[in-house]
């Protein structure tokens, strides 16, 4: 399969959430041999909402664990929409990348085959894949790496409207064991709480699911909000965003 | 009232998904959706032959002028008032009195055709973008519609020009935010044009680049080398970010490394260069002509929103724009407060009335931005919207000329069939 191949079997035409789709982790994505679905990779797990519930689902997991729980979700009847937007290393050099996209890339390479064999309603709900890494990176961010780190905003998702005119209800959002809900995230779930929506979180264990009112973020519905976040840059990470990054170790936390 | 476009003509229905994909495979165009809002509009504008020479035409004549009143305000050191950051304004005086060249530069001038004929808003002159939609998804929507051509094509423009000044093959190094992709996918469409080209692109941060006497050198974990050229996609106001000892002001001035654009570009980008015009020597009869009257909210009172329109000097994209009735209440109330504040970071520029393109999806409120290389017009992409404001919410639209009778597929007929009017 090509790129565009990979591509159109995560997002077909006919779904109602394809359009979201981001395209950046498909662009020059090679396939790669079809590997066998391991009997893990298929279940859907135990907090699953039926796909009836009405529940749009968020998987903010790390990496391509997130891939291989979507598709999970996808066999159980939810369409997935992955938003990875982080873009890929130098060809050249891979490893000099921040946030290491490769195992996202060749997992979404991995399980296309399969997903393209899925034949879900139009209206299946979605669930939306994120890279829990997004942020922090899997790598040192030092002068002379590529910073590819990325941010979600709520012009990434649909609008409460639209998720209300296609039956959702509420939104499921999965978290790490230990996990917390990024600060990027809380402006979209905000929003979409303060518009109806219902918000639980679950960690991928399935313990402590919890009804959650979403914190109000800094800058929230600031009209410069993008425009804020994309240059508040910092020397040590002019690429990508540094207001919204943690420093390096030395000092820890968000600048 | 006489229109300067023919009837629309869309693609059709029935291809426009597949023709989205060709415009993220083929063209690199990773954004296609903001919001619930498809950003790729099947409704192409379809100019009047006449009415494009008429644009460009204005077009390079508005870039000539533009860079001359730069060179005027650089060298005179009129930089209080422009709403520029004051290290951006210490960084540009270190010019002054200096004889300094620009010798690849690319600009965009957003045109509305309004109830008192073209309009420009804003000159794009430090970081345009468009390149994949006027230079890609443009040829792709010219395929499916016979009868019609591309205005031009600016990224094929840039290379040309580049290869004049540069006299040969290059090495290229394309700076921009790495972490945005809506950025990237404009340096890996151009990285792409240049390597067809057989010049050597390498796609850098900002602070990756070190500076010499022998120009710009890229360091980093995938390249160590000189460059022959810098193509800067990243807003020169940011760039103090990148901190003391990135020698940032380098982007400044004419080195042995081409810039394009270098950052002095500024000075025009600002949207309060019109304020400086009754001191120029500089005469700028087609800005005079073609920009709405523009003042210093200071200096006068804004607050009739039926005529004014309030803009953030450095605003990009129709962020921060405030035009009464196409925001949200919110918004409006938090755009006067910082006027009122901040006047020196703004300006009101009197409202035009845009007449929209009808079409049967409904009025579509049309920009048409011009490229310029050189100084000379280079092609063109639209974007629309079904409000006059045209921001982040608006649809990429292809601009083209008719070529003969435009036709267009009708699954009805089964067959390419004329529709619109002949040129």
């Known amino acids: 399969m090509n790129s565009d191949a990979i591509y159109e079997a995560w997002a077909p035409a006919g779904s109602v959430w394809s359009a979201w789709t981001k395209p950046v982790a498909f662009a020059d994505l090679r396939a790669v041999s079809e590997r066998d679905v391991s009997p893990e990779a298929a279940q859907p797990p135990a907090w699953t909402p039926p796909p009836s519930a009405g529940i749009a689902v968020i998987l903010d997991v790390p990496g391509a664990h997130g891939v291989s729980l979507g598709f999970a979700l996808a066999k159980a009847g939810y369409q997935c929409v992955p938003l990875y937007n982080g873009v890929a290393g130098p060809v050249t050099s891979a490893a000099a990348a921040v946030l290491d996209v490769e195992p996202v890339r060749q997992a979404l390479a991995s399980f296309a085959p399969e997903m393209s064999r899925l034949a879900n309603p139009p209206a299946a709900p979605p669930v939306f894949l994120l890279d829990s890494r997004r942020l922090t990176g899997t790598g040192s961010a030092n002068p002379g790496k590529f910073d590819n780190r990325w941010v979600v905003f709520p012009q990434d998702f649909p609008s409460a409207n639209f998720l209300f005119a296609h039956g959702i209800r509420g939104v499921l959002v999965v978290l790490p064991p230990e996990g917390a809900l990024a600060d990027d995230l809380t402006h979209v779930l905000r929003r979409w709480q303060e518009s109806g929506l219902s918000i639980r979180t679950v960690p991928t264990d399935g313990t402590r699911a919890a009804d959650v009112q979403v914190p109000k973020p800094g800058r929230f519905r600031s009209l410069l909000y993008r425009a804020l976040v994309l240059a508040g840059f910092r020397r040590n990470s002019a690429g990508g965003f540094g207001s919204l990054v943690p420093e390096p170790p030395q000092s820890g936390g968000y600048g | ?423």
């Open chain 2, 1 to 423: 009232m006489n229109v300067p476009w023919f009837a629309p003509v869309p693609v059709a229905r029935e291809a426009f998904p597949r023709l989205r994909r060709r415009a993220i495979f083929e063209t690199c165009k990773w954004d296609p959706q903001v919001g619930d809002v498809g950003t790729l509009s099947r409704w192409p504008v379809l100019l009047r032959p006449e009415e494009w020479e008429r644009l460009t035409t204005w077009a390079e004549r508005l870039a000539a002028e533009a860079v001359a009143a730069e060179r005027e305000i650089v060298r005179r050191g009129l930089l209080d008032g422009i709403g520029l950051p004051w290290r951006i304004r210490r960084a540009i005086r270190r010019l002054s009195g200096r004889e300094w060249s620009s010798r690849l530069r690319i600009m965009r001038f957003d045109f509305h055709f309004t109830t008192d004929g073209w309009r420009i808003s804003e000159v794009n002159s430090d970081v345009p973008g468009g390149f994949n939609e006027a230079s890609g998804f443009s040829r792709l929507v010219c395929e499916e519609i016979p009868g019609t051509r591309i205005a031009g094509d600016p990224a094929a423009a840039l290379c040309q020009a580049l290869e004049h000044v540069a006299g040969g093959k290059t090495t290229v190094g394309l700076v921009h935010a790495t972490a945005f992709s809506d950025d990237r996918q404009v340096m890996t469409f151009l990285a792409r044009e240049l390597e067809a080209r057989g010049h050597c692109p390498v796609l850098l941060a900002p602070n990756h680049l070190h500076w010499g006497l022998e120009g710009a050198r890229g360091r980093c974990e995938w390249f160590d080398g000189s460059l022959d050229c810098v193509l800067r996609f990243f807003p020169a106001e940011w760039l103090p970010g990148l901190g003391l000892f990135s020698n940032w002001h380098c982007y400044f001035a004419e080195s042995r490394t081409t810039l394009c654009n270098p950052a002095t570009a500024l000075v025009s980008q600002s949207k309060r260069f019109p304020l400086l015009w009754g001191v120029l020597d500089t005469p700028l009869p087609t800005w005079r002509k073609l920009l709405p009257h523009t003042l210093d909210p200071a200096h006068m009172d804004w607050r009739d929103n039926t005529r004014w329109v309030l803009k953030p000097a450095l605003g990009r994209v129709g962020d921060g724009v405030g035009i009464s009735g196409c925001i949200s209440e919110r918004d409006w109330k938090s755009i006067r407060a910082d006027v009122t504040r901040h006047p020196e970071h703004w300006i009101a520029q009197e409202l035009f009335q845009s007449v929209p393109m009808e079409t049967p999806d409904g009025p579509f409120h049309v920009c048409v931005g011009v490229f310029t290389v050189n100084g000379r017009a280079a092609g063109a992409y639209g974007r629309v919207a079904g409000q006059p404001l045209i921001d982040h919410r608006a649809a990429d639209t292809a601009v083209l000329l008719g070529d003969g009778g435009i036709r267009t597929y009708s699954p009805t007929l089964g067959e390419h069939h004329e529709l619109g009017c002949h040129l």
